[in-house]
């Protein structure tokens, strides 16, 4: 379980420090206009906001802590 701990607190704080230091951005598609059989659609570029990249990575730094931390 400690393993688990580890590797995914590892994990976190990987993906969490590239969200920070990089920037994450993902597409997203809705619908535009609709005439008949003509159907437009419109793409835009979202980017994950740097504050869940701090959540992540301070979310796998207290797993680490927890699964490094020796029990008795």
């Known amino acids: 379980m400690r393993k688990v701990m580890v590797i995914l607190g590892l994990v976190l704080l990987l993906g969490g420090g590239f969200i ?21 659609a419109i793409k835009t570029q ?6 869940i990249g701090g959540v992540a990575a301070a979310g796998g730094v207290a797993l680490l802590i927890v699964g490094l931390i020796p029990r008795k």
């Not at 920037?23 to 059989?37: D, N, Q, V, W």
């Open 20 to 40: 920070l230091g990089k920037g994450l951005t993902y597409s997203k598609k809705r619908a535009g206009i609709e005439i008949g059989s003509f159907k437009t």
């Open 46 to 51: 979202e980017t994950v906001p740097p504050w």
